[in-house]
């Protein structure tokens, strides 16, 4: 079992920049695939990134590609999340979420329910 704090949330112009993180207990962070979603106000969870349990397949969602950035290192048990170019869109409580295990499909990486353990969530606000 693992749990999940993040951090590195808050309220920012338009244009700014913030950086996420999110601690995992355990010894056995590197085992799990690594995820951030996002919620806004009467809106579904929806993916932003994903990364594999050593780092090396990450994938973006269209809508943060080339804006955000996914870390992890495993020997902090940590995955960051590095926003740039903060849009007033960008608004919404940001999750990880950690998954063991294998995937249902090849895509299955962007659906909330495939994830194992999750976070408290930290708030991002975006001013314009």
């Known amino acids: 079992q693992v749990q999940l704090v993040e951090s590195g949330g808050g309220l920012v112009q338009a244009g700014g920049s913030l950086t996420l993180s999110c601690a995992a207990s355990?010894?056995?962070?590197?085992?799990?695939?690594m995820g951030w979603f996002r919620q806004a106000p009467g809106t579904e969870r929806e993916f932003v990134a994903y990364i594999s349990q050593r780092g090396y397949n990450i994938i973006y969602a269209d809508s943060v590609k080339g804006r955000f950035t996914i870390s992890r290192d495993n020997a902090k048990n940590a995955v960051v999340l590095q926003m740039k170019s903060l849009k007033p869109e960008d608004t919404a409580v940001y999750y990880c979420?950690?998954?063991?295990?294998?995937?249902?499909?090849?895509?299955?990486?962007?659906?909330?329910?495939?994830?194992?353990?999750w976070g408290q969530g930290t708030q991002v606000t975006v001013s314009s």
């Open positions: 355990g010894r056995t962070f590197g085992t799990y695939a």
């Open positions: 979420a950690a998954k063991l295990g294998q995937f249902s499909s090849g895509t299955a990486y962007k659906r909330d329910h495939e994830y194992d353990y």
